[in-house]
């Protein structure tokens, strides 16, 4: 369910999921006189309507996307294949299409102002197609009720799915020419009524006669096709008057659209409704550190801010037990970013400590102290929120370097001892003749490498196509045990050998904030109440050096002193330890790569864009602090902070536009677009085509490659960040800059 909820929850901000950005604002669509909000509804129902309650069969279970096949039989149309395609992303080991359908259901309605649908998980997917039956336009009322009946509904509940199903949307003439004629309605669309939001408007027009509802009015009923007419007056509009009052509009859909994608088969077992968690920890990691003393035991805290603003917030800290179940201590966090839902607000808050390895950690609780001096805590039920130390992954040791034209996993995990053994389950989506793409695992057994302390360190390697690596998961297990749900995206090209000696540092084991897992020296610790605490860096005199002039390499531009963190690195593209570190070697590393940082002393980092945007350093140059260890003059990051350099000559850059300059790179949100004028989608977007279709308007932006926005203001609130938060190439002209998710590349015209 944790995959569901982050899903659901975080439309916006830090960790958007971004699921309900197609249906953002509610008139949205993927072309002329199209409503995806509609869509979404309409694929639920499509997809449920084949059900069998009786029998125990059908209902939400995805087999729709067997079902498009030959024009799409009972499915005719666009709006099913483009919803489906806007779902695939999201299918995964822990959301079935299914799940994902259901929740569309709940994103397009509370997007367009509706009640809010509870959605239960733990629907399974079908694995061909149902049966036909889905009600169309041309069949009688006898069979209108008898479709319903058999997924659960009477003739009643039939008027009102109708009505709720109809407020958005509208009959399209590629579809349904005897209902709306070519050329009869703008765009060929005939929507069922004048607004574009979730609302009783389709009930109060029919009562009181006004109704535009082609489904009421027009050709549809010489055509005997005004079947939404045949439903509503079926018991004389009792039921449909009762629909004009908006509390009960409401009220009804939000109990019939729950049912309506709770039909599922007979042994499917639904959980609880998804609610949004208080406090949920997020990216928990732990990772084994050089010499095998010590375990790094780093991730986030998610803190629901609805009742209680961040700003009532001064300390959040993680208090965890040893692996026996005795008093460890505590981690201080440091605030990463915040994100929104339809309804919810969210903060995050970052930690990563060190922990003797032999005692490690085996639960935890959370503890919020508020301004006011009064703590809170949360203890999961008291049981402590639980994590395993018999298997770990080990990232720094992880990679996906390139092999003849082809990817290489390379996973290597720390199991304890005595196990020995380990085994690697790679999740890959595999292409089939349907939209959407078949979950198939490979289970490949791993091999002992090393012992390094108390664990024993394995690695396994599975070929990927390049085209795999983004929307592939992966487990590390042994026994019971397991580490799972990893991205292969978030691995980088080098694997980092891990330093089998003894850690050179023996000082504090708790540090507050992200720093890198690679480094040998343990940090001291701050637990200072603020929020905002970071980790002191390393006074001493051979690895900490004050800050001096602004570093500079040859060929490259300064970007500043940044917060890297473990959880989320942010140059992913390869990385390397080495005790001649300097700008000089790492440039050289780096060679070919729009970006590159130095960190902790010895740690250099390569990528092309900003992978997990942080931000620079709260307070600025003085956190990057320790010497480079291949150049005593320069300083090379610290802990969880990184000096980073931009090529002057690699990677996309910003175009020239006669008319017009460029603004930087800014945030975004898909629930509240920046730029909201006009947009369109192209696959093979330049910078020109941007500007060509956003002529006459005072400003535009191009987003996630494919995307371009036009506008004369900004819509909505926006922050200017760092020019590598834009990093994407374009769809259309690689050496030009799209923008990101959630990041626009802007361009503003000249006055």
Known sequence: MDELEDIMMLNTGYRARGFATAVTPCSAGAGP???TAAEFIRTAFHDMATGNVY??????DASIVFELNNGGGDNIGQAFPTSLKIFAPYLSSRSSMADIIAMGMYTAVRSCGGPVIPVKTGRVDATEAGPPGVPLPQNSLFTFQNQFLRTGFDSTQMIQVVACGHTLGGVHAENFPQIVPAGSAPNDVKQFDSTAKFDNKIATDYVSGKSTDPLVVGPS?????ASDLLVFSSDDNATITTMTNPTTFADTCKVLLQKMIDVVPSGVTLTDPIVPYDIKPVALQLTLQGGGSEVQFAGEIRVRTNARPASQISKVEVVYKDRTGGAGSKIGATQKGTAAGFDDSFTFYAFSGRIPSQTSVSAFNVLITLTSGATESYDNNGSGYPIQDTIMLQTPQSCVPDSNGKKLLTVAAAVRSPATTANLVVTLK??????????????????????????????????????QVLDTKFDVT???????????????????????????SSSSSISSSGRSSTSTAVPTSSTSTSSAATTNPPSSSSTSAPPSATPSQAGYTYVGCYTDLTSGRVLTGKSSSTSTNSY???????SGYTYFGVEYGSECYCGNQFTNPTGPAPKGESECNRKCSGDATQVCGAGGRMNLFKSLTQGPTNATIPG????????????????NGKYNYDDALTIEKCAGLCKGYKIFGTEYKTQCYCGNAFANPTTKVADGECGYTCGGNPAQACGAGNRLSVYTAVA
């Open 430 to 467: 595999v292409p089939r003749d349907v939209i959407t793409p078949e979950l198939q695992s490979q289970t490949v057994a791993m091999t002992q490498q090393s012992t390094v302390g108390p664990y024993n360190i394995l690695t396994g390697t599975y070929l990927l196509e390049p085209g």
């Open 660 to 675: 017009y300059t460029y603004s930087g790179c800014y945030t975004d949100s898909g629930s509240a677009r920046v730029i």
């Open 478 to 504: 042994s026994g019971q045990a397991a580490d799972t749900f990893k991205s292969t995206g978030n691995l980088g090209t080098n694997c980092i050998p891990l330093d089998p000696t003894v850690s050179s």
């Open 584 to 590: 000089k070697t790492c440039a050289a590393y780096c």
């Open 55 to 60: 029998l125990g069969t059908g209902g939400l």
């Open 221 to 225: 009923q010489a055509a005997r096709r």
């Open 33 to 35: 006189g199209r409503v």
